[in-house]
């Protein structure tokens, strides 16, 4: 068990560009969460995975920014356009579904728009 | 609507000191309740969860916290901080009914006084 692995951990991208980042679980793990992370902020939910199906979208999540979970395992989070204002750290988690249980975080993408 | 409330942005303690965060939480059922610390640049470990049962919960690095159900709170203590656990800390609540993602506080930063 590696944790939760998140590549690159830091992107410098200029506005209007796309980026992509990418999320790969603990194994076992059937249900992956994309948080984003603001300066002085807690994390705030953006959207969660069971397996492949994408479950949930939070509003924070523009047209600008989609999500994949293709096979159920790792998953792709891509910003097209970027704006200033997406600056942000992007942290990954993913926990098992039987009943309550804890979200493991990986270490997190800082991403910042110039 | 759920939230969570730590109402203390900034602490700052001596080493060897006590100390305590506050939580508050507003969540309409029974909640699930996390505590995470997160080092600069960094991801969010799990210090220690609250599903059920005795209302005192013990974690790693010799934190505890406390339940009280009358108080919607969930404060985190340790009797005695040292240098190495100046960070952030977040409480959270994951929402049950909604594919258990976590709703998160503003955090805590706690800075040790040598």
């Known amino acids: 068990d590696t944790g939760v692995s998140q590549d690159p951990r830091h992107k410098i991208t200029k506005r209007g560009q796309n980026v992509t980042f990418r999320c790969d679980p603990i194994?076992?793990?059937?249900?992956l969460y994309w948080y984003r992370q603001t300066l002085g902020q807690g994390p705030e939910f953006l959207t969660y995975?069971?397996?492949?199906?994408?479950?949930?979208k939070s509003r924070l999540l523009s047209d600008r920014f989609s999500a994949e979970r293709p096979k159920g395992s790792f998953s792709t989070l891509e910003i097209q356009r970027t704006e200033q204002g997406d600056s942000a750290m992007y942290l990954c988690?993913?926990?098992?579904?039987?009943?309550?249980?804890?979200?493991?975080f990986g270490q997190g993408t800082r991403l910042t728009v110039v | 609507a759920q939230s969570v409330t730590q109402p203390d942005i900034h602490i700052t303690v001596s080493e060897g000191a006590s100390l305590e965060l506050r939580c508050n939480y507003s969540?309409?059922?029974?909640?699930?309740l996390f505590w995470y610390v997160q080092s600069p640049g960094q991801g969010l470990q799990l210090l220690l969860k609250?599903?059920?049962?005795?209302?005192l919960v013990q974690g790693i690095k010799g934190f505890e916290a406390e339940f009280k159900r009358s108080q919607s709170s969930f404060n985190l203590r340790k009797p005695s901080v040292h240098w190495s656990d100046a960070a952030e800390y977040f409480c959270?609540?994951?929402?049950?009914?909604?594919?258990?993602?976590?709703?998160f506080g503003q955090g805590t930063e706690l800075s040790v006084k040598p």
């Open positions: 995975f069971q397996n492949e199906a994408q479950l949930e």
């Open positions: 988690a993913s926990s098992t579904w039987t009943g309550i249980t804890e979200a493991f």
């Open positions: 194994s076992e793990h059937n249900r």
């Open positions: 959270a609540v994951v929402v049950y009914n909604q594919g258990g993602k976590l709703i």
């Open positions: 609250y599903f059920s049962g005795d209302t």
């Open positions: 969540y309409g059922a029974t909640p699930y």
